[in-house]
DNA sequence: GACCGGTTCATACCCGAGTCGTGGTCCCCC
DNA sequence: GGGGGACCACGACTCGGGTATGAACCGGTC
């Protein structure tokens, strides 16, 4: 886990509780956005918590950049910060916390997000949801997955180690569509490749269903 | 998943069988070692069952050309073929079972390999294990991971979602040496390129515990 | 010493992967 | 009806991945 925030006495006591969960490694801190992009381009931890008042080009494009280097970012805010917060999960965060939060909660909360859940603090889902009524109306559907249901298809079938013309098969298009499918979430998921695209599907995407890898007809 | 055998009964009775697991589907059936070479490339099914009857040019050499298709060669033997047995499993296969084996059994052994592991019967592990003594002292650990500690190494970056540059880097090697070492631990794992190994690796060295993705140093 | 396997590296080659630009469709909004 | 903006599909192009081959060095075993 990579902890970001702007307060070190903060990144301190953050570090200070989750030591007495063994199971949730803090392997870095960051003061300011451009650190916590280097070390998460680095590092590549599972969970990246975030500071809303975090100095940088901006909470949701850092929350962007950092979910595109394949950690899952959950926010830490303090009171009066719902519209960033709104923003932020919009980006691609996967929870938010508030800097008040229990211990327990805390360590609970990144343990759900781990398990692939979001993780919103009760006192400010209200706004939330006023947010998102009052937003847009497609709604975009940036708090779960960014990618439309055909990337989303081609991503999957990635994830199993199919070839693009496996997948053109499977299908029923060309490679060529195949590729572009792949080419656009890759860059709306900041990956660079159809192997960091497996590893992220595979990750987020946590097995135990008896799925079949092979080019089977199903 | 393909089957491959010279007994047509056989093969239709293994049909029947795994026609009541509905996650293993059988795409094709072989008759001999060129059909099967010849399906195995073209339809890339995740699984070959193999018997030790099969016609050609031997069956360890058509374990390894099918292995070297990416698929994973599960043996089908009769009493008293121990010798072939081995050979083939040094050649690549992934398991063997007797042709005498229960419906569950069949079915319960294929998915285990479909998981990574390896399916041996216990009526042929007494004499596998003799031969592997009197065998090579090396021992060759084809029951775990055939990948020497480099080749290991090197997966795991990839597992990462590194490229070959990158890798060469950290372990302070060519970029030719890299792909060297890919090279040869997609062969023995059976796999096709760097996408499936990436899968592969992050599916044997399973999450859980409190892992860490990154390089994290400690 | 001969042999074998592992590691390292270079060169050359083929092919798949990924990018880019284009065109089509649908839907929403003015 | 005419933008505008998505998503989808596709072809041409460039580049990195993967293989083949050959070679050198080192550490073991026969």
Redesign the interface.
């Known amino acids: 886990m990579l902890i970001c925030d702007d307060h070190e006495v903060l990144r301190t006591g953050l570090r200070a509780v989750l030591r007495w969960a ?4 803090v ?1 870095a801190e960051a003061a300011d956005a451009d650190a916590a992009l280097t070390l998460a381009a ?5 969970i990246t918590l975030v500071g809303l008042g975090t100095q940088g080009p901006g909470i949701p494009e850092l929350v962007r950049a950092l979910t595109a280097t ?1 950690t899952r970012v959950v926010l830490l805010g303090e009171a009066g910060s719902g519209g960033d917060m709104v923003e932020a999960l919009r980006a691609g965060a996967r929870g938010y916390v508030h800097t008040t939060v229990s211990s327990e909660r805390l360590v609970d909360g990144v343990r759900a997000v781990l398990r692939g859940e979001t993780l919103l603090d009760a006192t400010v889902t209200g706004e939330l949801l006023h947010h998102l009524d009052g937003g847009r109306p497609g709604g975009e559907a940036a708090d779960r997955n960014p990618l439309t249901a055909r990337q989303q298809a081609v991503s999957e079938l ?4 199919l ?1 693009n013309a ?1 997948i053109a098969a499977r299908l029923q298009v060309s490679r060529a569509t195949v590729k572009g499918h792949i080419t656009v979430a890759l860059r709306r998921l900041g ?6 695209l ?2 992220h599907v ?2 987020v995407t946590r ?1 135990g269903d ?9």
Chains 1, 2 share one sequence.
Do not use: H, K, W, Y
């Open positions: 063994p199971d949730l490694v392997v680095e590092l590549r931890p599972e394949g990635v994830a199993e180690g070839t496996e990956l660079r490749d159809r192997t960091q497996a590893i595979n990750r097995p008896g799925r079949q890898v092979g080019p089977a007809n199903g």
